[in-house]
Nanobody, 120 residues
Framework: QVQLVESGGGWVQPGGSLRLSCAAS????????MGWYRQAPGKQREMVAN???????NYSDSVKGRFTISRDNAKNTVYLQMNSLKPEDTAVYYC??????????????WGKGTLVSVSS
Protein backbone atom coordinates (compact mmCIF):
# COMPACT_ATOMS: atom_id res chain seq x y z
CA GLN A 1 0.00 0.00 0.00
CA VAL A 2 1.09 3.58 -0.69
CA GLN A 3 0.52 6.71 1.33
CA LEU A 4 0.84 10.30 0.14
CA VAL A 5 1.34 12.95 2.80
CA GLU A 6 0.97 16.58 1.81
CA SER A 7 2.15 19.56 3.80
CA GLY A 8 2.79 23.26 3.44
CA GLY A 9 -0.66 24.71 2.93
CA GLY A 10 -2.01 27.63 4.89
CA TRP A 11 -3.05 31.24 4.71
CA VAL A 12 -1.01 33.88 2.94
CA GLN A 13 -1.57 37.43 1.78
CA PRO A 14 -1.69 38.26 -1.94
CA GLY A 15 1.80 38.41 -3.35
CA GLY A 16 3.10 35.95 -0.79
CA SER A 17 4.66 32.53 -1.21
CA LEU A 18 4.06 29.00 -0.02
CA ARG A 19 5.81 25.71 -0.68
CA LEU A 20 3.82 22.50 -0.80
CA SER A 21 5.35 19.06 -0.32
CA CYS A 22 3.99 15.61 -1.02
CA ALA A 23 5.91 12.57 0.17
CA ALA A 24 5.12 9.05 -0.99
CA SER A 25 5.80 6.11 1.27
CA UNK A 26 5.00 2.42 1.43
CA UNK A 27 5.60 -0.31 -1.09
CA UNK A 28 6.93 1.55 -4.12
CA UNK A 29 8.36 -0.13 -7.18
CA UNK A 30 8.90 2.98 -9.30
CA UNK A 31 7.38 6.45 -9.43
CA UNK A 32 6.52 7.84 -12.84
CA UNK A 33 4.90 11.27 -13.12
CA MET A 34 4.07 13.43 -10.12
CA GLY A 35 1.73 16.38 -10.13
CA TRP A 36 -0.35 18.93 -8.33
CA TYR A 37 -4.02 19.63 -8.88
CA ARG A 38 -6.36 22.05 -7.17
CA GLN A 39 -10.06 22.42 -6.57
CA ALA A 40 -11.62 25.72 -5.66
CA PRO A 41 -15.09 25.90 -4.06
CA GLY A 42 -17.76 25.20 -6.63
CA LYS A 43 -15.26 24.36 -9.35
CA GLN A 44 -13.86 21.21 -10.89
CA ARG A 45 -10.45 19.89 -10.00
CA GLU A 46 -7.83 21.20 -12.40
CA MET A 47 -4.22 20.40 -13.16
CA VAL A 48 -1.74 22.90 -11.83
CA ALA A 49 1.61 21.35 -12.71
CA ASN A 50 3.20 17.99 -13.33
CA UNK A 51 6.68 16.60 -13.69
CA UNK A 52 7.80 13.41 -15.39
CA UNK A 53 10.35 10.95 -14.06
CA UNK A 54 12.94 12.57 -16.32
CA UNK A 55 12.17 16.05 -15.02
CA UNK A 56 10.06 17.49 -17.81
CA UNK A 57 7.48 19.90 -16.48
CA ASN A 58 4.11 21.20 -17.56
CA TYR A 59 2.09 24.04 -16.08
CA SER A 60 -1.38 25.43 -16.45
CA ASP A 61 -1.44 28.85 -18.04
CA SER A 62 -2.83 30.40 -14.87
CA VAL A 63 0.28 29.57 -12.82
CA LYS A 64 3.01 29.66 -15.46
CA GLY A 65 5.84 31.91 -14.34
CA ARG A 66 4.67 31.97 -10.71
CA PHE A 67 4.73 28.32 -9.64
CA THR A 68 7.59 25.84 -9.90
CA ILE A 69 7.25 22.08 -9.55
CA SER A 70 10.21 19.92 -8.62
CA ARG A 71 10.88 16.47 -7.26
CA ASP A 72 13.44 14.67 -5.13
CA ASN A 73 13.53 11.09 -6.35
CA ALA A 74 15.65 9.93 -3.42
CA LYS A 75 12.91 11.11 -1.05
CA ASN A 76 9.94 10.16 -3.27
CA THR A 77 8.76 13.73 -2.82
CA VAL A 78 7.27 16.34 -5.10
CA TYR A 79 7.25 20.06 -4.31
CA LEU A 80 5.29 23.04 -5.53
CA GLN A 81 6.85 26.43 -4.94
CA MET A 82 4.12 29.04 -5.26
CA ASN A 83 5.11 32.67 -5.59
CA SER A 84 3.14 35.85 -6.28
CA LEU A 85 0.03 34.18 -4.97
CA LYS A 86 -3.34 35.62 -5.92
CA PRO A 87 -6.76 35.26 -4.29
CA GLU A 88 -7.83 33.13 -7.24
CA ASP A 89 -5.18 30.57 -6.25
CA THR A 90 -7.27 29.77 -3.18
CA ALA A 91 -8.16 26.09 -3.34
CA VAL A 92 -7.50 22.68 -1.90
CA TYR A 93 -4.31 21.39 -3.51
CA TYR A 94 -3.92 17.69 -4.16
CA CYS A 95 -0.86 15.77 -5.23
CA UNK A 96 -1.22 12.90 -7.67
CA UNK A 97 1.49 10.33 -8.14
CA UNK A 98 1.68 7.74 -10.90
CA UNK A 99 3.38 4.46 -10.06
CA UNK A 100 4.70 1.58 -12.09
CA UNK A 101 3.70 -1.54 -10.20
CA UNK A 102 5.36 -4.15 -12.39
CA UNK A 103 4.19 -6.54 -15.08
CA UNK A 104 3.53 -3.58 -17.37
CA UNK A 105 0.91 -2.08 -15.07
CA UNK A 106 0.59 1.41 -13.64
CA UNK A 107 -1.66 2.98 -11.04
CA UNK A 108 -2.02 6.32 -9.32
CA UNK A 109 -2.83 7.72 -5.91
CA TRP A 110 -4.20 11.04 -4.71
CA GLY A 111 -3.19 12.84 -1.58
CA LYS A 112 -5.87 13.99 0.84
CA GLY A 113 -5.35 17.63 -0.04
CA THR A 114 -4.01 20.71 1.67
CA LEU A 115 -5.82 24.04 1.80
CA VAL A 116 -4.19 27.16 0.38
CA SER A 117 -5.99 30.39 1.21
CA VAL A 118 -4.89 33.70 -0.28
CA SER A 119 -6.54 36.81 1.09
CA SER A 120 -5.82 40.13 2.69
Amino acid sequence: QVQLVESGGGWVQPGGSLRLSCAASGTIFRINAMGWYRQAPGKQREMVANITSSGSTNYSDSVKGRFTISRDNAKNTVYLQMNSLKPEDTAVYYCKVDFYVGWGRTTYYWGKGTLVSVSS
